[in-house]
């Protein structure tokens, strides 16, 4: 799937810029013949169909030009970023690509150390040194909607961090679900979280498939997000939040701002109504555990206060069942374990086989989450439960 929508991205949008960090700029077109000569590189090192590609990567070009070279010729990319000491003893990697100063010494495992810098415009291919070969990379291979193609981690904040596995059915589901048929329409976007996590290692496709522009901050920070924003006239404020109350903390104008879109934790009836007031723009609630892929989320036509009490409403093939300790559904207004079902819902995680401690035997995904839905269909979380799945 990667494959193919790189190349149509690159044929749609060319010179567009797909991913900006800082000065350096990598376009579509770019993207799609650099991971080309990534994927000849890898396949001559003989990765093959369904052996694990570690990026251990600062997030910027390189880490998505590598994503997208192991997904041309069948690898699984487990994306875990620069912050670890280590890597989960689960991943076993065929090879690791990583950056000076990231990991330790591993013995008996084939790294490849990248020598990164951010020059100026354009991205410079210098960065990936020997992982490139100015050729043709392998011949597409027959499609198969189970085969894996990336791990991505959960949060941790009930447990160590799990590898969760998507393959191009849910990849698929995602991308249908935020593009649909249409090409081109996406706006450009500054990214909130690290590039190994599930807001873009699964939702890569839907950016290849409307052009949109990532901007990609190499860390984090108020002053440095209201910069990206300020200087490229980004209309979306997106993050945690943690981030957008930071951000709102600042007290600074955002003239150009037409939405705001709070995630990745449950946020406050208070922080969603200042930013309302502060900022004079929707403020969308959005709500995903890592295992389900796909989510809810309230909408900018939606009433005002929905994002305050609520997650939104199921839609888009999403569904959400409310249910006991025994797996009873339980009816309107009654609290108990938010379950969700989708087509992305994912495959399993990394070393385990499925069990109903996860899943429940109807394909509903236990989130370890508690709430109710309302008698208008709206989701309310109130909390977590005391045992389940962790996000």
Known sequence: MLRLLAGEAARRFGGRA?????????????????????????????????????????????FVICYVAAAKIGAVTAGVGAGRAGLPAELDPTLVITAPRVLPAMAGLDVVTLPLRRGPRPFDPAVLGGLRRDEAPPPPFPPDPGRPVVITFTS??????????????????????????RWGTGDARLVPYGLGRIGFATRLPVFLQT????????????????????????????????????????????????????????????????????????????????????????????PPED????????????????????????????????????????????????DRSVFAKDGFIRTGDRGYIDHTGRLHLVGRMSRAAES
């Open 18 to 62: 797909a991913m900006v960090t800082g000065s350096s700029v990598l376009s579509f077109a770019d993207l799609d013949r650099l991971s080309d000569q990534v994927a000849a590189g890898l396949a001559h090192r003989g990765i093959r169909i369904g052996d694990v590609v570690v990026l251990a990567l600062p997030d910027g070009p390189e």
């Open 211 to 302: 052009g949109r522009t990532c901007h990609v901050l190499p860390e984090w920070s108020p002053e440095a997000a209201l910069r990206e924003l300020r200087e490229h006239g980004i209309g979306v404020l997106q993050g945690s939040p943690y981030q957008l109350e930071r951000v709102l903390e600042r007290g600074e104008d955002l003239p150009e701002l037409t939405l705001i879109l709070s995630s990745g934790a449950p946020a406050t009836p208070e922080l969603i109504g200042a930013l309302r007031d502060r900022y004079g723009v929707p403020v969308c609630n959005r709500y995903v555990c890592t295992e389900a892929g796909l989510g809810l989320g309230t909408r900018p036509d939606d």
């Open 307 to 354: 994002a305050e009490v609520c997650v939104g409403r199921p839609r888009g093939g999403v569904a959400v069942s409310i249910r006991d300790a025994e797996g009873r559904v339980l009816p309107c207004e009654d609290q108990g374990e938010v379950l969700l079902r989708s087509e992305a819902v994912m495959s399993g995680y990394v070393g385990r086989s499925p």
């Open 156 to 181: 941790g904040r009930t447990g160590p961090p799990k590898g969760v596995v998507f393959g191009n059915r849910q990849l698929e589901a995602i991308r249908a679900h935020g593009a649909g048929a």
